[in-house]
């Protein structure tokens, strides 16, 4: 989608000047794993409009395949504005009758599964229409031969008045990594800890449970439960992270990667945007995150990030 964010201070009714950037959950995902070396393509539908053609550049430019992005010649590319606060942006969507809100089964017809490893998905897409309902059924379907489906419930409660939320545990517990975080499933099913969340989820073989800025819970079956502490930030904006998250989870399992590891790849991915006021943001240098990789448990938990820069709290 087209994002608008304040370009000037002040309440949103009175600002004049915004900046138009590009979101939105499955596309984000792309992004950052094509920003971490992870080949990456994006199926989704735009309009025939200028935002269309803005969003199908900035995906495109970020290294990600967007030939099976489908140009809807009738209906417009959806759009959000942004209001940034650390706190939490408030986000108002104008995707209605959109593009993507259109897609239906049809749309895996652009989809080359061939030495695909990983399809990932967000419950955004089954809130949109029945029809994208019925897509993402339709991907919980396809034979997994050589791949896996990922899917993060991303909660937006907007989207679900009209409609039975209850289809995203369906969803959910049908894919093989789900990502979640505990506010979420506080609110959609009354799941308070990681356990619990499990006992809603029991089928995936892995499942992240998020816990904010304390940190991310990974359960996987036959394994010991694995906790990581987030990395300690000074948070510019929030709406996003949860997509570099999955992104930086997502790269680390794909290279099989420890637990502990993934998920310390998926914090510092998160760290990166929330220092942000966009949805994605460039990545830490190598080196950076090779040393907050390897550091020790005392270390990475002593570590933050701040307008000064990522530094070592001594006493």
Same mark, same amino acid.
């Given at each position: 989608?087209?994002?608008?964010?304040?370009?000037?201070?002040?309440?949103?009714?009175?600002?004049?000047?915004?900046?138009?950037?590009?979101?939105?959950?499955?596309?984000?995902?792309?992004?950052?794993?094509?920003?971490?070396?992870?080949?990456? $393509?994006? &199926? *989704? +539908?735009? /309009?025939? %409009?200028?935002? @269309?053609? =803005? !969003?199908? $550049?900035? &995906? *495109? +430019?970020? /290294?990600? %395949?967007?030939? @099976?992005? =489908? !140009?809807?010649?009738?209906?417009?590319?959806?759009?959000?504005?942004?209001?940034?606060? =650390?706190?939490?942006?408030?986000?108002?969507?104008?995707?209605?009758?959109?593009?993507?809100? =259109?897609?239906?089964?049809?749309?895996?017809?652009?989809?080359?599964?061939?030495?695909?490893?990983?399809?990932?998905?967000?419950?955004?897409?089954?809130?949109?229409?029945?029809?994208?309902?019925?897509?993402?059924?339709?991907?919980?379907?396809?034979?997994?031969?050589?791949?896996?489906?990922?899917?993060?419930?991303?909660?937006?409660?907007?989207?679900?008045?009209?409609?039975?939320?209850?289809?995203?545990?369906?969803?959910?517990?049908?894919?093989?990594?789900?990502?979640?975080?505990?506010?979420?499933?506080?609110?959609?099913?009354?799941?308070?800890?990681?356990?619990?969340?499990?006992?809603?989820?029991?089928?995936?073989?892995?499942?992240?449970?998020?816990?904010?800025?304390?940190?991310?819970?990974?359960?996987?079956?036959?394994?010991?439960?694995?906790?990581?502490?987030?990395?300690?930030?000074?948070?510019?904006?929030?709406?996003?992270?949860?997509?570099?998250?999955?992104?930086?989870?997502?790269?680390?399992?794909?290279?099989?990667?420890?637990?502990?590891?993934?998920?310390?790849?998926?914090?510092?991915?998160?760290?990166?945007?929330?220092?942000?006021?966009?949805?994605?943001?460039?990545?830490?240098?190598?080196?950076?995150?090779?040393?907050?990789?390897?550091?020790?448990?005392?270390?990475?938990?002593?570590?933050?990030?701040?307008?000064?820069?990522?530094?070592?709290?001594?006493?």
């Amino acid at each position: 989608m087209a994002v608008f964010v304040p370009a000037e201070p002040g309440p949103a009714d009175q600002v004049t000047s915004w900046t138009r950037t590009v979101g939105g959950a499955e596309s984000n995902v792309a992004r950052t794993l094509a920003g971490l070396g992870v080949r990456a $393509a994006w &199926v *989704s +539908a735009v /309009g025939a %409009d200028p935002f @269309g053609r =803005a !969003v199908l $550049a900035a &995906v *495109s +430019a970020a /290294g990600v %395949d967007v030939t @099976g992005v =489908a !140009v809807d010649p009738t209906r417009p590319t959806g759009l959000y504005i942004k209001e940034s606060d =650390a706190a939490g942006s408030p986000v108002r969507y104008y995707r209605r009758g959109s593009a993507a809100s =259109a897609m239906g089964p049809d749309a895996l017809d652009r989809v080359d599964l061939a030495g695909a490893r990983l399809v990932h998905v967000s419950g955004i897409t089954a809130a949109l229409s029945p029809t994208c309902l019925a897509l993402l059924r339709a991907v919980m379907d396809l034979p997994r031969t050589t791949h896996q489906v990922s899917f993060d419930l991303n909660w937006r409660p907007a989207l679900w008045a009209d409609g039975d939320a209850g289809v995203l545990q369906e969803l959910a517990d049908r894919a093989d990594i789900v990502l979640v975080g505990l506010d979420e499933a506080e609110v959609v099913w009354g799941a308070t800890t990681p356990a619990e969340v499990r006992t809603v989820l029991p089928t995936p073989s892995t499942l992240v449970v998020k816990q904010g800025a304390v940190g991310a819970t990974l359960l996987r079956h036959g394994l010991p439960e694995v906790f990581e502490p987030a990395l300690r930030v000074e948070v510019v904006e929030p709406v996003g992270a949860g997509d570099a998250f999955a992104a930086g989870f997502l790269a680390a399992t794909l290279r099989d990667e420890p637990p502990a590891r993934a998920l310390r790849a998926g914090h510092i991915r998160a760290a990166t945007v929330l220092r942000t006021h966009h949805d994605v943001a460039d990545p830490l240098p190598a080196p950076a995150v090779d040393d907050l990789l390897d550091a020790d448990p005392a270390t990475w938990a002593a570590t933050s990030w701040t307008s000064a820069g990522i530094g070592v709290r001594t006493r």
